[in-house]
């Protein structure tokens, strides 16, 4: 009963209107949250939390470094689930979705390069080295910055995602070469620290921060995300009945 | 799902196979060309020719860092437990260095099996505590490199903050 | 009430650019929504011969 629904409901969020109406009412919630946990985060990152025995206070750049990078991969990966669904069942909003992950990755991307280079000059004594972890998340970058321009260059769009979710596909294999790149090689970056199985190398006291913005991070990808599809969605279709009669109607809101 | 469905599941699956594999041989080729640095126990064993750049990469060896009082000379041992190379390196250290602490120093062997660095970098070691709990597991003696204890280790961690 | 930090510049800096960075994620949808509602309003009005020519 339950799991029939929940097929149902994944079934009306194919349809543009239904799709739209559902970004409308979920994303503000997803914003408020983003900015509770924020404000929270931010609160143990400078009050509570101490400095480390070596880094000191550079310590607090890690509490947005981190984050950022684990969405940065994390969004990549959902983003190729949404281009595998799109590819299969040629599901559009699925298609404009995957697309719009892009933008939002390459964000959390460029956050994750600038603070680590930032953190690096005092610590590591370089702004940048190519080492494979630094290089792997350049590599990411760039495979974002490709899927938006691939995508952008197409005049028919359902088109222009088509192609650019097969590049989102083949960009796929750099996710595991970032995450094992500490581990294949010698690098300058420092291996793991949090472990889901097993004990992390960081002192608890040290930890709650770090959960917060992790967790206001991710409502931050969902809430933009569903932002930039609701454009896309009405964009493309601008020529379409639903929309008419929402501009005729009491407006978009 | 349909007959059509699943062929496009099948060739998504191939083509990510056959990046994943093709991607896979070419760093397993690269593995030399892809790691950062090299320890001591590879420059002792191999014959890396005097003059060519290379990275060596180790922990700053217990009671080996000396400086000129002068100038910003500064020479200490990076060793892996087995072999110790010498470092010779004139300029700023990154904040990080400390006896103990993992290092990767840029230059050139000479003639007298002695590193020449023009450049020294930090590794962090992943660990992230607060100084009064490091200054606890210190007191404890948990401190040593490669079974040598490092003596000043309570004022360094004192002067790292 | 702002804490006092060592590598205060560093720390600043890094959280700087989370912040544009962040404003510029909720900003860009908000101004293209904006002109995009623009844009349909308009050729709808087209359309209905609603229009008013701004230069006739």
Known sequence: ?253 | MTPTRKKRLAVIGLMVLGVSTATAIALVALNDNIRFSIGPSEIVAGDFPEGRQLRLGGLVAAGSVSRDPTSLLVTFDVTDCIHDITVNFNGILPDLFREGQGVIAHGTLDANGMFQAHEVLARHDETYMPPEVARAMALAGGNEVCGEPIEDHIASVEAGY | MIPELEYASFVWSSYGIFAVVVAWQILQPVLYRRRLMAELREEQALQSGEYDDPNP
């Open chain 1, 1 to 253: 009963m339950i799991w029939k629904s929940i097929k149902v409901g994944f079934h009306r969020l194919g349809s543009p209107p239904t799709f739209y109406r559902f970004c409308l009412l979920l994303s503000p919630w997803l914003w408020a949250g983003f900015a509770i946990c924020t404000i929270i985060g931010l609160y143990y990152a400078f009050y509570v939390v101490p400095p480390d025995y070596q880094q000191s206070d550079t310590v607090r750049i890690l509490y947005i470094h981190v984050p950022a990078a684990w969405q940065a991969m994390a969004g990549y990966v959902v983003m190729a689930i949404l281009a595998m669904i799109a590819l299969v069942w040629r599901i559009r909003t699925t298609e404009i979705m995957a697309m719009m992950c892009a933008p939002i990755g390459a964000a959390f991307t460029l956050i994750c390069l600038a603070t680590g280079s930032i953190w690096g000059r005092p610590m590591w004594g370089t702004w940048w080295e190519w080492d494979a972890r630094l290089t792997s998340m350049l590599v990411l970058l760039f495979i974002y910055l490709g899927i938006m321009g691939l995508y952008a260059a197409f005049e028919d769009r359902r088109k222009g995602a088509r192609v650019a979710c097969i590049l989102v596909l083949v960009g796929l294999v750099n996710i595991p070469i970032i995450h094992f790149s500490v581990e294949w090689w010698t690098t300058l970056h420092q291996g793991k620290t949090i472990r889901i199985f097993g004990e992390s190398s960081m002192h608890y006291s040290m930890m709650p921060p770090l959960i917060w913005m992790t967790i206001a991070v991710k409502l931050m990808f969902g809430a933009a995300l569903l932002d930039r599809s609701r454009n896309e969605l009405l964009s493309q279709d601008r020529r379409k009945g639903w929309v008419a009669k929402k501009l005729l109607g009491k407006g978009v809101k």
